[in-house]
């Protein structure tokens, strides 16, 4: 089974900051990765497809970079609405078996 | 505007079986798959497996086979996901999540399904 692994685990930043958060995965997945924002309490919000593609509705803040294995989200001028946990997801082996990150939390610092 | 809204909190015993649904509205429920993710308290996301709408073909995770099944209802636009031989450890949210044609990424997510398991 491919995994995922996220770096950091979590992160302490100021509003204002540019954040990238990274995502590894045990093989190449293509472009074949998502990216997803959870607050406390609520489902998890879809921000970035097939790596790179901005999710309608998403701000302009977010991008998503890479392929293969290594992957980024990069936010980059936090906003206080962004204090949030983080998760990427691959489904390069759609419909059969797909795996999320660990997570990354991000705080306020 | 699409929606999925589960069914509300469940509290079972061990060795007991557990149904949710999520009853999809404002697209056509036949051209998208549901997956089903849950997130045991204070952890990370698991995805247990997906259902066509389309046709009823399912996978499922490979720790949950033998255990979950996952349907649908077309005339109702409704998933279920049923979880038997329940566990301490299946103490979970449980969401349903949906899926663009040909994309494994999950687009609309549910509000969320508490299921405790406890003696």
């Known amino acids: 089974a491919i995994q995922l692994t996220q770096s950091p685990s979590s992160l302490s930043a100021s509003v204002g900051d540019r954040v990238t958060i990274t995502c590894r995965a045990s093989q190449g997945i293509s472009s074949a990765l998502a990216w997803y924002q959870q607050k406390p309490g609520k489902a998890p919000k879809l921000l970035i497809y097939?790596?790179?593609s901005l999710e309608s509705g998403v701000p302009s803040r977010f991008s998503g970079s890479g392929s293969g294995t290594d992957f980024t989200l990069t936010i980059s001028s936090l906003q206080p609405e962004d204090f949030a946990t983080y998760y990427c997801?691959?489904?390069?082996?759609?419909?059969?078996?797909?795996?999320f990150g660990q997570g990354t939390k991000l705080e306020i610092k | 505007q699409v929606q999925l809204v589960q069914s509300g909190a469940e509290v079972k015993k061990p060795g007991a079986s557990v149904k949710v649904s999520c009853k999809a509205s404002?697209?056509?429920?036949?051209?998208?798959?549901i997956s089903w993710v849950r997130q045991a308290p204070g952890q990370g996301l698991e995805w247990m497996g997906w259902i066509s709408a389309y046709n009823g073909n399912t996978n499922y995770a490979q720790k949950l086979q033998g255990r979950v099944t996952m349907t649908t209802d077309t005339s109702t636009s409704t998933a279920y996901m049923e979880l038997r031989s329940l566990r301490s450890d299946d103490t979970a949210v449980y969401y349903c999540a949906r899926s663009p044609p040909f994309g494994g990424y999950f687009d609309y997510w549910g509000q969320g399904t508490l299921v405790t398991v406890s003696s």
């Open positions: 097939d790596a790179s």
């Open positions: 997801q691959q489904f390069n082996s759609y419909p059969h078996g797909y795996t």
């Open positions: 404002g697209y056509t429920f036949t051209s998208y798959g």
